[in-house]
Each structure stands twice: as C-alpha cells, then as structure tokens.
C-alpha cells in the first residue's frame, strides 16, 4: 500500500509539471516563431508557361535554422548568386531574429535591371517587431532608391511604360502578430505577365515569453521538479522510518 502511494506521488509530480508548464505558455504556436527564404516566383509570362518555383533557401527557427545556395536561376525572369537565409530564437529573451540575403541579383525579365546586393530582416522583441531593408549597387529602369528605403516603397518600371511594379522593404503586418519583411516585391502587369516574384523574404514574432531561470515557466518547472522528485523520496524515507520503529 506505502509502495502504490509513492509511485502515485511520483505520477502526481509528473502531472504537475505537465499542467502547469501548459498552463503557463502561450496557447497559439505563433509566438517564437521565425522564418526566411531568398525568393518565391509564381508567373506566367506572356505565350510562356507558368513559372512556380520556391520558396529558395529556406529557414525556420524550428528548422533547419540557416540555409545557403552558391546561386539561383530562374529561367527568363532571374539570376542571383550566393543566397543566404537564417532564423534564430533566443529562449531565454524570447527575441526571434530572422533574415535573408541576396548577392548579384539580376531581373532578366524585361532586362529590368540588376541590385549589387540586398538584405530584409525582422526582429521581434517583447517591446514589438521591427523590419528593415538594405540594398546597395541598385541599377534598374530609370529608377532611384535609397540603400535603406522606406518601408512599402512602390515604383513603376520603367516609369513611362509602367511594365511592373516594384516594392521596396515591403512590411506586412500579419494577423498572428507576426511581420513580414520582403525585401524585393515585383508586380507584372499586362504587358509581361502576371503573378508576383519575392526576393528576399524574413517573417518574425511576435517574439516568445522570456525563460528566466528562476522565475516565470522556469520557477513553475522547478516547482513541478520538487513534486515529482522530492515528495517521492521524503514518503521513502518515511516508509523506512516506520519499518525501523
């Protein structure tokens, strides 16, 4: 009988820890959660069949947490070389970063013109998120941008034809909490096509509760660890006692 009340103080412990560590994280999966890819291409061109390719090189903070091509073509609408991605979350703050970059990017679509480099990046802290775009060596149809546009910064390409549409540091608020950042948005419209093409993509957040040790899901843990371990020795110890006596 003292042996069944020690295994069902030992089960009891279990099921503490389980309840409350349940009790205590967030009930939607979003908070933490982080990701990033190169490009997503989804058109169709003109007399030309659908082109639907990517996400390229893409990343998750549940992995795999980084991811790297030595190049990427996509025929008839673009060449880039070495493309990088990565999304990280830091447990013990909850901050999730997340980021994807793009080297020698060449719009051969229309021959709309080519960006020397480009990065978008998210970073959800407890305070919000926030998103930014980087670009340099941009060469493109009658256009200027800044290295560090504004976000959802929109032109026409080239400006008198109108063949597309670009976004530059495109932020969508999503309606989990999260953000995504694209760094690269074209737009087709008639003349070339239809259908979008992405480049340079880092989604973040909302960021997670922070894991101090010794406080929040931490302290509710290490409670949940006293019952399940603790209570189960001391009843030994008591059961040992008696049997001296």
């Known amino acids: ?27 939607s999966a979003a908070p933490g959660d982080g990701s990033a890819y190169a490009a997503d291409v989804n058109v169709t061109l003109l007399n030309q069949p659908a082109v ?16 790297t091509l030595a190049s990427i073509t996509v025929p008839g609408v673009l060449n880039a070389g070495v493309v990088t991605s990565a999304a990280s979350l830091n447990e013990s703050t909850g901050v999730v970063h997340s980021e994807a970059t793009i080297a020698d990017l060449r719009l051969v679509l229309g021959n709309l013109g080519s960006i020397g480099s480009l990065q978008a990046t998210c970073d959800a802290t407890q305070a919000g998120n926030v998103g930014t775009t980087s670009l340099t060596g941009v060469n493109l149809l009658g ?19 109108s063949l597309a549409s670009l976004t530059f540091n495109e932020q969508i608020a999503n309606p989990d909490g999260s953000l995504t950042v694209n760094a690269v948005h074209l737009r087709l419209n008639a003349l070339l096509g239809v259908g979008d093409v992405i480049i340079g993509s880092a989604t973040c957040g909302p960021a997670a509760a922070p894991i101090p040790l ?23 110890l008591v059961r040992r006692r008696t049997a001296a006596v």
């Open 1 to 27: 009988m003292k042996i069944r009340t020690v295994r069902r103080g030992g089960v009891l412990g279990v099921a503490v820890v389980v309840a409350l560590i349940a009790s205590a994280l967030p009930a």
């Open 52 to 67: 639907d390719i990517g996400p390229l090189a893409p990343s998750n903070t549940s992995g795999p947490t980084t991811n």
């Open 143 to 161: 256009v200027s941008i800044p290295g560090n546009p504004a976000p959802n910064t929109t032109v026409s390409i080239p400006p008198v034809l």
């Open 214 to 236: 010794a406080s929040g899901l931490g302290l509710w843990i290490g409670l949940g660890l006293v019952v399940a371990v603790v209570i189960p020795v001391g009843l030994r």
